[in-house]
Structure formats: structure tokens, C-alpha cells
């Protein structure tokens, strides 16, 4: 791939891997993120959070840590209280932010399993299924949600 196409990529899914390493930072662990990264199982990520996760972790951190991308919904309100009513920003902003924002399937799949994340020690739970749809579901409410905000 090329650099410029990896750049994209890299700023298109930065963000949303960022929101999952500063929580994960803030509660002690180890994160790396990786853009474009090697994988085996169905579809290929464009970008992966990882983390070193000691099995004293609380459950409601590993959710905590899966669940934080949501946090790009309260960048979404703090614009709406900064920016002019009407402003372009506003609407330049709901495509990025929403996508920051949407949850995984594998989000969704470590937030409903702590505890297999704590056995493996990792970030990494199988898609059982359920997650996918359900993903869709919450992008769809999320971007609602951004949207609702910016142009409420």
C-alpha cells in the first residue's frame, strides 16, 4: 500500500484506537496501537488497540477501555457549545466524529467478555456473531447521536 494511502488510513482510524490507548493508559495498562495490522480472522481492521491486561483487571475497566471511542459523542457536544449555530464546522464535523465514535464489533464482543480478556491477557475476544449487527445498530444510533448535537 501506499504511503499516502496508509496516511488516510492512519488518520481515519487513529482516533478511534486513541480514545481505547488513553483509557487504557489512564487505568495503568500498556497500550499499542497499530494501523493496517496483520490479521487472520474474517475481514482485515484497518487499524487494532491492544494491551497488556493482568488478570486482577476489573471487569469495569476492560469495559471502560473497550467503550471509550464513545467519548468522541462528548467532543461532539463540546463543539456544539463552542461553535456558532450555523456554522459549516458543525457539519464538517458529524462524519469524522461518528465514525470516531462507533463501537467495533470486537469493542462490543470485549466489552460483553471481561473475563475471556483477562484469561488471554489481551484485548481479543472471538465474534461470536451477535456483535456485527449489533455494531451496525449502534453506529447508526451513535451517528444519530453526533449528528443530533452538531445540528440540534
Do not use: K, Q
Amino acid at each position: 500500500m501506499s504511503r499516502i494511502a496508509r496516511l488516510v488510513v492512519a488518520l481515519a482510524v487513529l482516533p478511534h484506537e486513541a480514545a481505547h490507548a488513553a483509557a487504557a493508559r489512564l487505568f495503568g495498562l500498556d497500550a499499542e496501537i497499530e494501523v493496517l495490522p496483520a490479521w487472520e480472522g474474517a475481514g482485515r481492521p484497518l487499524g487494532r488497540f491492544d494491551a497488556t491486561v493482568p488478570e486482577s483487571t476489573p471487569s469495569a475497566v476492560v469495559r471502560a477501555v473497550a467503550l471509550a471511542p464513545l467519548a468522541h459523542v462528548a467532543v461532539a457536544a463540546v463543539l456544539d457549545a463552542a461553535l456558532p449555530a450555523g456554522s459549516d464546522l458543525r457539519v464538517l464535523a458529524i462524519a469524522p466524529l461518528a465514525y470516531w465514535a462507533a463501537l467495533s464489533n470486537g469493542d462490543l464482543a470485549v466489552a460483553a467478555d471481561p473475563e475471556t480478556v483477562r484469561d488471554r491477557g489481551r484485548f481479543l475476544v472471538a465474534d461470536e456473531g451477535w456483535s456485527g449487527p449489533t455494531a451496525d445498530a449502534l453506529a447508526v444510533l451513535t451517528t444519530g447521536a453526533v449528528a443530533g448535537l452538531l445540528l440540534g
